[in-house]
């Protein structure tokens, strides 16, 4: 992706953004970066079944379950919460991934916190043979050597780059290509800075902060104002942001540029990692909240 390809969102031209989103329609996103070196590993190892975790409106898994398809694995998602068991094609996320031919495992929400352990896995394996594991979020090594290629040299002129943390994966890819110049800011939708442990198993530099004031109250929360900002940025942009990640960076990244926290002459690059399937989720949500929509 060009400089050329990039789209200034701001009058003094010093905020763009990646559209990363549109690398491809279903797998888009940083889910295609995460996806790319642990589908070539599973084929490489020839295993035929990926499995992997996620919540009600996972991006991740609406990716993977796509990418098998596409790729010819067979996909198992072991999808955190009991009672969508029976909700699966009221539940957007669930419908597209069962249509891509995914088996369900739902488990409640405790045992669900147990995924990585190895008495968890091993039961899964029992259950479903032999497959390749892929962690929740898609990440892993192979996922952050993908991230790494979202920047480019075109990048260069940037001082800033900006992008949405949930398990890390994206961020230390970011931080691993970027320039001595460049500092990496992430955007966490999950309350805390906890996840900061987890980027220090990746990245090999300190060129990152965390911005933490932007999540909302947390994974999967908003405000009536996110979705006023989110709908405005889109008629005014022609830019679509989910209110999990991306609207939530870029509500922060406008709100940070108004309290003059970058410097004047300090050119910002955001990265638009997708997850717009999640939107209709989310609508549903709205709609028995009597909020207005994501349009």
Request: charged share 25%.
């Amino acid at each position: 992706m060009k400089k050329s390809d990039l789209i200034n969102v701001n009058i003094d031209n010093q905020l763009f953004v990646k559209p990363e989103y549109l690398t491809h329609p279903f797998i888009s996103g940083n889910k295609y970066r995460k996806l790319k070196y642990n589908i070539l590993k599973a084929k490489d190892i020839k295993k035929s079944t990926l499995l992997t975790f996620g919540g009600a409106y996972s991006n991740h898994i609406a990716a993977t379950a796509y990418a098998g398809k596409v790729y010819g694995f067979k996909t198992i998602g072991v999808i955190r919460g009991e009672e969508l068991v029976n909700k699966v094609d009221s539940n957007p996320t669930l419908k597209f991934a069962k249509g891509c031919g995914m088996q369900f495992k739902f488990v409640d929400r405790e045992t669900y916190r147990h995924k990585s352990e190895n008495d968890f896995i091993e039961n899964l394996k029992s259950e479903y043979g032999d497959f390749y594991l892929i962690p929740e979020g898609g990440t892993n090594q192979l996922a952050v050597k993908g991230c790494e290629e979202i920047l480019n040299d075109d990048d260069e002129v940037f001082d800033f780059i900006c992008c949405c943390v949930g398990t890390g994966g994206t961020i230390s890819g970011l931080i691993n290509s970027a320039k001595s110049h460049q500092k990496i800011l992430g955007f966490p939708a999950l309350k805390g800075d906890f996840i900061r442990e987890d980027i220090r198993k990746f990245a090999k530099k300190d060129n990152w902060d965390l911005i933490t004031d932007y999540n909302f109250g947390g994974y999967g929360k908003i405000k009536p104002e996110l979705i006023t900002f989110i709908n405005d940025f889109k008629k005014k942009y022609n830019i679509p942001l989910d209110p999990v990640y991306t609207g939530k960076m870029m509500y922060g990244i406008f709100d940070l540029i108004e309290k003059q926290f970058f410097p004047m002459d300090a050119k910002i690059l955001a990265i638009h990692t997708g997850g717009l399937q999640g939107i209709s989720g989310m609508n549903i949500k709205l709609k028995q909240k009597g909020w207005p929509q994501i349009e």
